[in-house]
């Protein structure tokens, strides 16, 4: 029944690796580290992960509790609201999403101002819509594991940043990583 934790897993760790470009780079040239970066993102991780949530979805397993309209809704509202900042952060970010190079730019306006990660943050929402959207073991396993991947990602990934952009530090300081603070704007 949990077999599709295999590729859900094994997607994660590979993006997981995809989060050092700046390490890749000195290893090899910085092209053939934002190749090594890509690959490990785009043509393996998200698509092995992307493969075990939808195994885990489809695999039939007990319902944890009982998805009536109000659960239902619920998960529907908080998907609509993760796949807003989920959609504009990849919308700001365009090409350095998937393919990250040493020579990016810090993107500290927009929702890069309030929050350094919206586009986890939204993938957060996400999983929790879609948890009770469909509250079987399966599903709710597999959102947790892809929340609590989402958290070790964004701090992996900002190791790399602050090697990448040495202004990262600060903006580390000015904006929150996950959920923005209430009426206070960040650099």
Not at 10 to 27: D, E, K, M
Not at 28 to 55: C, D, K, Q
Not at 76 to 86: D, M, N, R, V
Request: aromatic share 14%; with cysteine; charged share 15%.
């Amino acid at each position: 029944m949990f077999l599709f934790l295999a590729p859900l897993l094994l997607g994660f760790a590979l993006v997981g690796a995809s989060a050092f470009t700046a390490t890749y780079s000195r290893w090899w040239g910085e092209r053939a580290g934002e190749i090594t970066t890509s690959v490990l993102r785009n043509f393996t991780g998200i698509p092995l992960w992307l493969f075990g949530f939808i195994v885990g979805w489809l695999q039939p397993a007990p319902f944890l509790l009982t998805p009536g309209s109000v659960i239902k809704t619920l998960g529907w509202l908080l998907i609509i609201a993760g796949a807003a900042p989920f959609l504009w952060g990849h919308l700001v970010l365009g090409k350095i999403t998937h393919t990250p190079s040493v020579r990016d730019k810090l993107v500290h306006d927009g929702l890069y101002a309030y929050v350094r990660h919206p586009i986890y943050s939204g993938g957060m929402l996400i999983a929790a819509g879609l948890a009770l959207l469909k509250p079987t073991s399966t599903v709710v396993l597999a959102c947790a594991f892809g929340y609590v991947w989402l958290i070790i990602q964004a701090r992996l990934e900002e190791i790399d940043l602050v090697q990448r952009l040495p202004e990262y530090r600060q903006y580390m300081q000015q904006a929150p990583r996950f959920i923005p603070r209430i009426g206070k704007k960040g650099p």
